[in-house]
């Protein structure tokens, strides 16, 4: 029986050296491994080039790397929520490579299905396809690199002729990655809002850890059931439900008076809106 469980998150990211690229699961603060991310921080591991929809905030999910100068590029499709990112990108501390989101998705999911590379309007016209979208900056207000020229070719679409830029596929050394479940053989199964980005980092990494919820034993997950089959995934540890859990912004009504009449649940008491994301 193959076993892919791990002991700690320690033990598990301990391998992972300076300088590694990394694919790194979530959503906003939705599904980061963030236990797996403390630990990498512990081990004082720096030079990072990571892969991630966003970087966290400033002391939560990628952020707190980030706070503590461990990661030198980023690859995102969104960078808000963080002032330390701001600052350290404007200041050419970081380098930058802005990719839109579904762009970002496809190329994580292509690296990990063998497809070296891709063509999708996303971006023609604009400076993804054209160049000369800052990835560094000099410190003075100067951009020190410079996103390159892709290429772009015409394709006939129902029977009308489109540009498409070529895009590139993503692989990273490793890919951290939280999961609400999974068995001993890597088999995987995401909840809500963290399976937008955590299969698809897990597929990009050539090495994919992944920290779950609840481990079970092969079998207990229906096999109609598997989000992302355990072939992807090298390593697992268990971190139990109870791990803490951040949301970037709940909402809550203010008042009744305010928000009108307030629908029942159906067993006597009032509802109240939470948002989470």
Request: hydrophobic share 40%; with cysteine; charged share 20%.
């Amino acid at each position: 029986m193959i076993d892919k469980t791990w002991p700690s998150p320690a033990e598990a990211v301990a391998d992972i050296p300076d300088g590694a690229s990394l694919a790194v699961g979530g959503f906003g603060l939705s599904g980061n491994p963030i236990a797996l991310i403390e630990a990498l921080l512990a081990q004082g591991t720096s030079e990072l080039s990571v892969v991630s929809n966003n970087c966290g905030v400033d002391d939560w999910g990628l952020g707190i790397l980030l706070g503590a100068h461990r990661i030198r590029k980023m690859t995102s499709s969104y960078v808000g929520e963080n002032k330390e990112f701001e600052r350290q990108f404007l200041s050419g501390e970081l380098e930058l490579e802005l990719t839109p989101q579904g762009t970002l998705a496809e190329k994580l999911r292509a690296g990990g299905s063998g497809i070296a590379a891709f063509y999708t309007q996303t971006g023609v016209g604009t400076q993804v396809a054209e160049g000369g979208l800052p990835r560094r900056y000099d410190g003075a207000g100067g951009v020190a690199v410079a996103s390159p020229v892709k290429d772009v070719r015409t394709f006939d679409v129902h029977g009308q002729p489109r540009e498409f830029v070529l895009e590139e596929a993503i692989t990273t050394d490793f890919s951290l990655v939280h999961a609400w479940k999974g068995d001993r053989h890597g088999n995987l199964v995401f909840r809500k809002a963290a399976r937008s980005f955590n299969p698809l980092a897990a597929m990009a990494g050539r090495t994919c850890i992944v920290q779950v919820e609840h481990l079970v034993e092969p079998g207990e997950i229906d096999p109609d059931a598997v989000h992302l089959p355990g072939v992807y995934v090298h390593r697992i540890v268990e971190v139990g439900p109870d791990i803490t859990k951040r949301i970037e912004k709940r909402t809550v009504r203010e008042s009744v008076a305010d928000a009108g009449p307030v629908p029942s649940t159906g067993s006597g008491t009032s509802a109240v809106t939470v948002k989470e994301n």
